[in-house]
């Protein structure tokens, strides 16, 4: 097995933050964040966007601003270039965008599709090339080729275990990044459809949710394959949604991963802001071997204090810790918001030995 | 057409090479903890082989903890010829670019399609505001194309030698097959079950209680479920760690395959669709040829 790294030689992960604007880019840097990622319209094509353009800076001299901002501060400005799918009547546009990202002095594309890739590399952009989750690296074997491929960064999937992690880095020369807070998938982020073409009552069927509302928190009502329903109620069946890794810091730091990363493009810039600023400070601690303040601070946290959310987040103890919505845990935990049974297997059998049927 | 029949279980292949098809594909598409040993795959081939039925390896994504089991499935498949393995993990095919005799095969989860959405069809009328990606469309037509409708893409692939390609029964789709077929790719329509989200946290498993991935009983081979959201007015299918989209094959668009020159079709083994035993596996392969 190749051993590229040095178990010891780790580094501070530099810490990722997304924004949507300038007035964003300026409050994260200051915040402590050391690199910025963010997404741009594509003209003629913004209706493809996956998160909408409310989620992008608004324009190139608006990016061109932030990029210049940034580097001031010696912060570097990544622009995701990751539409899930490209075709071929969409390649001028996309050629056309990424040189006008190019223009505006970004330090690299984070590219989520192998056919994007090849139009990147036949326009001969000398620019470091990030793979996103789109790409579900969840092994090393992966992550090398795409390192061969000519990605600098591979963006690891969500589901792997920390142990998993750590391996990766110890056997790739590429920068490995993970995400750490925000919005984290129930499903493979690449091959996940929930997100495409939302039906007309789908704001009406999310009301139903509480809280984080992505698609795979949706309620479903069970039925076995003999259209037996399964009394346990309309409960959102899919939902391994996840949140936040603060508790797992400590660990996570110890994986040598080049880059912590936060989803949240379309959050307020209140919680791009705070989440940057809490991290920055978790983790300067910890570096200084300040474990008793992390823990500290740690409980502030939980009991709901100086952390904004996205607006409807009751508390970080409720809906986070309460229903154990953690990056990198085992992959089978379930955290079904209560009254969700754990043992719905046992229940099920029994309601099928007395017959009940509804 | 030839007909592939595709299962992860031993004994329902040993049922299925006593059927007509053409080939066997022996594997999990989608769990990585459904990956059998190495006597498993090693009995598999040998059925398979004796059968005189051509044999096709299936992998899923693999995380680093699985990949390590991997290798020796196809340093094995490997010394027995020219084998195809399908390949749903960039790490797969990394491995197979260094053993000579591996054909690989691009499997569903490595091509992105949008029509996979578990809504089906792209909503008519007027666009809310609130409405996300494809929604936004300017072009229903995009809907239906998918990441090999890319120049740029196919170019990939064929420096990576990947002439086969695994594509859904998305009978809308099918228009935007045909260029691919004319470019010299071979493709394996599989039929019935459109998988609209994957993931490594099975739901079924959570749903079942199982303790972990290691001690998992598989109760997927026995139970799949039927989710209902009343207000959507929708109906998936749950098996495993993956929600399907169930599409009945009609006899108009298997002529439409035909046309476009098609000429591989899988049957996938599965409680959704009960095609579980030989009789079942013949029933459905004599509705497809006639």
Same mark, same amino acid.
């Given at each position: ?358 | ?19 007509? $098809?053409?080939?066997?594909?022996? #594997?999990?598409?989608? $769990? ?7 006597? +498993?795959?090693?009995? @598999? ?27 020796? =499935? ?36 490595? *091509? ?14 007027? &666009? ?9 469309? !300017? ?20 420096? =990576? !030698? ?7 029964? *998305?009978?809308? #789709? ?9 470019? #010299? ?6 039929? =019935? ?8 946290? $099975? =739901?079924? @498993? ?13 109760? $997927? ?11 959507? #007015? +929708? ?16 006899? !108009?668009? *298997? ?9 591989? &079709? ?5 409680? +959704? ?15 497809? !040829?006639?």
């Amino acid at each position: 097995m190749l051993m590229s790294r040095n178990k010891d030689d780790r580094s501070m992960p530099k810490l990722l933050a997304p924004i949507k604007s300038f007035e964003g880019a300026v409050k994260v840097i200051r915040a402590g964040a050391d690199e910025l990622y963010c997404d741009s319209p594509i003209p003629g094509m913004d209706f493809v966007l996956y998160r909408g353009p409310e989620a992008c800076v608004s324009t190139y001299d608006e990016l061109g601003e932030i990029v210049k901002y940034a580097h001031d501060n010696n912060v570097k400005v990544y622009i995701t270039a990751n539409l899930p799918f490209i075709i071929d009547s969409f390649e001028n546009k996309m050629k056309k965008h990424l040189r006008s990202c190019l223009d505006a002095g970004v330090d690299a594309f984070i590219v989520g599709n192998l056919g994007l890739l090849s139009t990147i590399k036949s326009m001969n952009a000398d620019i470091p090339l990030h793979a996103s989750t789109y790409l579900t690296s969840m092994n090393h074997e992966a992550v090398n080729f795409l390192e061969r491929l000519g990605f600098n960064r591979i963006t690891l999937e969500r589901q792997l275990t920390i142990k998993e992690i750590s391996e990766i880095v110890l056997n790739t020369r590429a920068e490995i990044e993970i995400l750490i807070h925000g919005g984290g998938c129930s499903n493979f982020n690449g091959g996940c459809y929930f997100h495409f073409a939302y039906p007309e009552k789908m704001a009406t069927a999310l009301m139903m949710t509480d809280g984080l509302n992505p698609p795979c928190r949706l309620h479903f009502d069970v039925y076995d394959l003999n259209n037996e329903r399964i009394n346990l109620g309309n409960f959102p069946i899919l939902d391994a949604f996840e949140f936040c890794s603060l508790c797992k810091l400590p660990e996570l730091m110890q994986t040598g991963v080049t880059g912590f990363k936060f989803a949240g493009r379309e959050c307020p810039i209140a919680f791009q802001e705070s989440s940057t600023r809490i991290y920055r400070e978790l983790m300067d601690l910890i570096a200084r071997g300040e474990l008793g303040l992390f823990k500290e601070k740690l409980d502030s946290l939980k009991n709901g204090d100086f952390i904004a959310l996205p607006p409807q987040i009751a508390t970080l103890r409720e809906l986070v810790c309460e229903q154990k919505r953690c990056f990198y845990f085992s992959h089978f935990h379930a955290p079904y918001k209560i009254p969700i049974s754990w043992h719905a297997w046992t229940k099920f059998q029994l309601q099928k030995q007395v017959g009940v049927k509804h | 057409m030839k007909i592939f029949v595709q299962t992860d279980n031993f004994n329902t292949l040993n049922e299925a090479v006593k059927t007509d $098809c053409d080939g066997i594909r022996f #594997g999990p598409e989608f $769990c990585e903890f459904k990956v059998s040993s190495l006597g +498993i795959l090693e009995k @598999a081939y040998e059925v398979t082989n004796a059968a005189a039925k051509e044999f096709t390896y299936v992998t899923p994504r693999l995380s680093e903890t699985a990949i390590k089991k991997i290798g020796p =499935h196809l340093d094995f498949l490997n010394k027995q010829g020219k084998i195809s393995v399908v390949v749903n993990d960039l790490g797969v095919l990394s491995i197979i670019e260094q053993r000579s005799n591996l054909k690989p095969h691009f499997g569903r989860q490595l *091509i992105y399609v949008p029509a996979r959405s578990p809504w089906d069809k792209v909503p008519s009328g007027t &666009l809310e505001a609130s409405t996300k990606f494809l929604e936004r469309r !300017k072009n229903v037509g995009l809907f239906y194309q998918t990441s090999l409708n890319h120049e740029p893409m196919l170019k990939f692939l064929k420096e =990576h !030698k990947v002439k086969d390609l695994d594509v859904d029964w *998305i009978p809308d #789709g099918f228009q935007h097959l045909g260029s691919l077929v004319k470019n #010299g790719f071979n493709l394996f329509v599989i039929l =019935h079950l459109v998988p609209a989200a994957i993931t490594r946290r $099975c =739901h079924t @498993a959570r749903f079942l209680d199982e303790e972990s991935p290691e001690k998992c009983r598989r109760p $997927c081979d026995e139970h799949s479920f039927l989710l209902k959201n009343t207000i959507l #007015g +929708i109906d998936l299918f749950l098996s495993g760690n993956v929600v399907f989209r169930l599409v009945q094959p009609s006899e !108009k668009d *298997i002529d439409k395959l035909r046309r476009i020159g098609i000429k591989e &079709l899988v049957i996938t083994t599965n409680p +959704i669709t009960r095609i579980d035993g030989r009789e079942r596996i013949d029933e459905v392969m004599k509705r497809l !040829k006639t």
